[in-house]
């Protein structure tokens, strides 16, 4: 693989998104996705990190370069972390394998090539 890339989950109370967005991107994250969701903390949850947790969250999904991980999860932390009122939290995964982001993966850069090759040679 060329390019290596991590997915950071974000999870925020709901209406915070935005503000975890402009923090990844303040950095070089491009955009992401939010999943509406529901939380379901316990009171001795609230009590131990003490924070009133909310019911309602979002989920923001944000797939970046992995040289970029750690300056997204920094941003997102300084900006929508636990002390803010989001009260994110935020964690990051490898991710094995991404299609669909505008690049050709070099295996099939010989592939496409040879194709462009071929077609231009019967166009003659």
């Not at 990844?24 to 529901?38: F, L, N, P, Q, S």
């Amino acid at each position: 693989m060329d390019n290596a890339y991590q997915v950071v989950f974000c999870i925020v109370n709901a209406g915070f998104s935005d503000t975890v967005m402009e923090a990844a991107k303040e950095v070089g994250a491009r955009g992401g996705t939010v999943i509406h969701a529901r939380g379901t903390a316990n009171k001795e949850a609230e009590q131990f990190f003490q924070i009133d947790i909310q019911p309602d969250k979002e989920i923001v999904m944000i797939l970046v370069p992995e040289n970029i991980k750690d300056a997204v999860l920094h941003s997102i932390y300084r900006n929508a972390g636990l002390q803010h009122a989001g009260q994110g939290i935020a964690f990051s995964m490898a991710v094995d394998n991404v299609v669909g982001l505008g690049t050709v993966p070099a295996e099939n850069r010989r592939d496409e090539a040879n194709e462009n090759n071929i077609n231009k040679t019967d166009l003659s």
